[in-house]
Nanobody
Framework: QVQLVESGGGLVQPGGSLRLSCATS????????IAWFRQAPGKEREGVLC????????YYSDSVKGRFTISRDNAKNTVYLQMNSLKPEDTAVYYC?????????????????WGHGTQVTASS
């Protein structure tokens, strides 16, 4: 049974940091691409970052460049999203998604599996 479980979200002051984790099970992470998406209230889901099976990262949101990074630990079946210098506009539910081709795509519909999301709120 394939599962993706996000954790690490919470309330943080603007300028603060959080590290989100996406724990995977039911498939071999080594062969998959993992992307992070986010969805703010009243807005469409947008891609943030993706890491392909070769550990190459792709930014899908210009607003997070220089602040967010993505990494993976295949031995732990986990992908991380490090978020620094958080801004109020980063507030959203963050989702991780997996693609079995090992390739990264900007569009959400390309992904095979999804987690349930974790809330991130940057507010004073």
């Amino acid at each position: 049974q394939v599962q993706l479980v996000e954790s690490g979200g919470g309330l943080v002051q603007p300028g603060g940091s959080l590290r989100l984790s996406c724990a995977t099970s039911g498939f071999t992470l080594d062969y998959y691409a993992i992307a992070w998406f986010r969805q703010a209230p009243g807005k469409e889901r947008e891609g943030v970052l993706c890491i392909n099976r070769r550990d190459i990262g792709f930014y899908y949101s210009d607003s997070v460049k220089g602040r967010f990074t993505i990494s993976r630990d295949n031995a732990k079946n986990t992908v991380y999203l490090q978020m620094n210098s958080l801004k109020p506009e980063d507030t959203a539910v963050y989702y991780c998604a997996a693609d079995g081709s090992g390739l990264c795509f900007r569009t959400a519909k390309q992904y095979d599996y999804w987690g349930h999301g974790t809330q991130v709120t940057a507010s004073s």
